[in-house]
């Protein structure tokens, strides 16, 4: 699959997830936005500032977690996670 492609269909995947009605369990929604942001950010670089409280630490914590991943791969399981919550 070519990075276009790709990235045609994590956008799809994005717009998807937003317009989502049903909740998500909390451990889904740090999955997706591990995914989320690894795919569009890369690597995350921890830095805890003074705003720092514990929603954010669960966030961070998810990011790195994946943080292996490249952009691609991450992209590639927010899009299955995606159609996966679709289908149920």
């Known amino acids: ?6 990235d045609i269909l994590f956008q ?3 717009e998807k997830a937003s317009n989502m009605t ?4 909390p451990d889904v929604m740090l999955r997706l936005y591990a995914y989320y942001k690894q795919a569009t950010f890369g690597t995350s670089n921890y830095n805890r500032n003074d705003t720092f409280d514990l929603r954010n630490a669960f966030k961070t914590n998810a990011w790195i977690q994946i943080s292996h991943l490249t952009q691609e791969e991450a992209k590639i399981l927010y899009v299955e996670t995606v159609n996966d919550l679709l289908k149920e």
């Not at 699959?1 to 790709?6: H, I, P, Q, S, Y």
């Not at 049903?22 to 369990?25: N, Q, R, V, Y």
Request: no cysteine; glycine share 0%; charged share 25%.
């Open 1 to 6: 699959m070519t990075n276009e492609a790709l």
């Open 12 to 14: 799809d995947a994005f």
């Open 22 to 25: 049903k909740p998500l369990p």
